[in-house]
Each structure stands twice: as structure tokens, then as C-alpha cells.
């Protein structure tokens, strides 16, 4: 269904973004995986995506936060691949802590990262978009920036802050052919929820279907809402029903 697209998706070397980059190359999607750190894990999943779906592959670093580096990675993409025609917000990082204690440091990195960053990007490939009169977004918003959640006022302010920014992009780009969609997962096993693995029980108890989520179960909504022509302004929970 993506054959012959090219999916950007930003954190796209590991998590719940590594899943994503997967699930769009399986559709046939063309890769531009975006990463900070994971340089060696961002080129072994190219390779693998390249080598198992025949697509074409590339890793690229960039700090999301950064609107230059943004622009400059999303030039560089669409000079390598001809096109971007799915864009996936997944980046992001938590910075956890009390609110009496939260450092102005925490609050500005959080939002730069997890709102700003996405704000980067979107700005950066919407001229291609309209141009090419046709583009998707997805952006991974949270649970957290639905109903709150309390030792993350940072993160549910930014998450929350992703809603709003898909909601007006939705509007403003609907008439333009672009579908703009938010996907909110709960508590879903990677790096970012390790430490509340542990927490088991209390965990566990408070989530309807019983259990955390798998990368996988994020990235068959994330291919779902890129290749869904007549929805837009959504925002798909993806939390075996945590915040319903
Ligand atoms: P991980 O911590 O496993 O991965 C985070 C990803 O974001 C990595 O790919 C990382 O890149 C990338 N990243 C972080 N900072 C930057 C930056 N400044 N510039 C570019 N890339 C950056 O997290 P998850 O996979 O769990 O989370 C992915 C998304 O899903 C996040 O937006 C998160 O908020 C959201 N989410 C996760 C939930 C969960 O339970 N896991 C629940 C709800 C939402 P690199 O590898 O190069 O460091």
C-alpha cells in the first residue's frame, strides 16, 4: 500500500520508532530513519529493511530540537529519496520529576524535543507536501498528554501540546489533500517505560487488557492512519484502554 512512498520517521532506529520503520518498509515504503545516537542500530535496521521488503533505506542523525538541522535533514531526504510523502513524529524523551522539584532545564528540553521537534519537521516537509499536493503525518503523542500523569508535567504538557499541533495542522492541510493524525499509546515495553517494568502489579492492574504493550501493536496504527485517506484530526489510543 506504500510501495514507491517515502516514509521520514524521526527516532526511527530503536522502540517504538524501530517498529514503525519496520511496519512502513513491510508496506513497501521507502525508509529515512532519523536518529541522535543509535547510529549502528539505525544502519542495521536500513540494511534489514533494505535486504528483507527490496526498499530503499537510509540513516541520518539530526537533534529533532534543532529547526536548522531539521531543515537540512528533510533537504537531504528529499534529494536522496525524490519525496517525502510520510511523515512520522516519533522522537521524543522524558525528563521525570516532581513539579516542586522540576528543573526550568527539564521543562525546556522536554518540550523542545517532544513538541518543538515534531513542529520542526511538519514546518520543514510541508512545502513538499504541497507541492507534491498529497503527504501524511503521524505524530506519537501520549496518554500522558491526555489525562495527565503526575511526576510528568513536562512531558504531559508536551504530549498535550502534540494534540493541539495535530488538530490545527489537520484543519489547516486537510484542504491541501495532507492528513495530519495523533496515536497515544499507554504504557508500551522499551527503553523509555524499562525502569516501570518492575512495577508490575500496580502497573498492570490499572490496564484493562492486563499487560504493556509491544512496539508492534504502536506501529500497526501508525501504518494504519498513514494510509487512511479520509481520517484526519484523530488521535488513536493505542493503551490496551488505560485512559478510556
Ligand atoms: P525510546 O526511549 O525507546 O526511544 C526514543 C527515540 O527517540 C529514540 O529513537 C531516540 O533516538 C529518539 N530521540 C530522542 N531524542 C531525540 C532527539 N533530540 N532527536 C532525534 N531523535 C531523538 O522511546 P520509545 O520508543 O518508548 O518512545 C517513542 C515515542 O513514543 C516517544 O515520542 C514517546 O514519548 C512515545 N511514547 C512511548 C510510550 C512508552 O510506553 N514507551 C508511551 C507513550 C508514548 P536515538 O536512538 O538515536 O537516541
Same mark, same amino acid.
Given at each position: ?91 521524543? %524523551? ?12 527539564? &521543562? ?13 519537521? %511538519? ?5 513538499? &507536501? ?28 508536551? /504530549?498535550?501540546?502534540? %494534540?493541539?499541533?495535530? /488538530? ?77
Amino acid at each position: 500500500m506504500l510501495k514507491g512512498k517515502t516514509a521520514l520517521i524521526t527516532g526511527g532506529a530503536r522502540g517504538i520508532g524501530a517498529a514503525i520503520t519496520a511496519a512502513l518498509a513491510a508496506q513497501g515504503a521507502n525508509v529515512a530513519v532519523i536518529y541522535t545516537g543509535s547510529q549502528e542500530k539505525a544502519e542495521a535496521l536500513c540494511a534489514q529493511c533494505a535486504q528483507d521488503h527490496g526498499v530503499q533505506a537510509q540513516a541520518y542523525q539530526c537533534d529533532v530540537a534543532d529547526f536548522a538541522a531539521a531543515k537540512a535533514v528533510v533537504a537531504q531526504v528529499k534529494k536522496d529519496f525524490g519525496a517525502v510523502d510520510v511523515l512520522v513524529n516519533n522522537a521524543g %524523551i522524558t525528563q521525570d520529576g516532581l513539579l516542586a522539584m522540576m528543573k526550568e532545564e527539564s &521543562f525546556d528540553r522536554v518540550l523542545d524535543v517532544d513538541l518543538k521537534g515534531a513542529f520542526n519537521f %511538519i514546518r520543514h516537509c510541508t512545502p513538499l &507536501f504541497l507541492r507534491q499536493k498529497g503527504g501524511a503525518i503521524v505524530n506519537i503523542t501520549s496518554v500522558s498528554g491526555m489525562i495527565g500523569n503526575p511526576g510528568q508535567a513536562n512531558y504531559s504538557a508536551a /504530549k498535550a501540546g502534540l %494534540i493541539g499541533l495535530t /488538530k490545527a495542522v489537520a484543519k489547516e492541510l486537510a484542504p491541501k489533500g495532507i492528513t495530519c493524525n495523533a496515536v497515544a499509546p499507554g504504557f508500551i515495553a522499551t527503553d523509555m517505560t524499562r525502569d516501570l517494568a518492575g512495577q508490575d502489579n500496580a502497573l498492570l492492574a490499572a490496564i484493562p487488557l492486563g499487560r504493556m504493550g509491544q512496539p508492534q501493536e504502536v506501529a500497526q496504527a501508525v501504518a494504519f492512519l498513514a494510509t487512511a485517506p479520509y481520517i484526519t484530526g484523530e488521535v488513536l489510543r493505542v493503551d490496551g484502554g488505560i485512559a478510556m
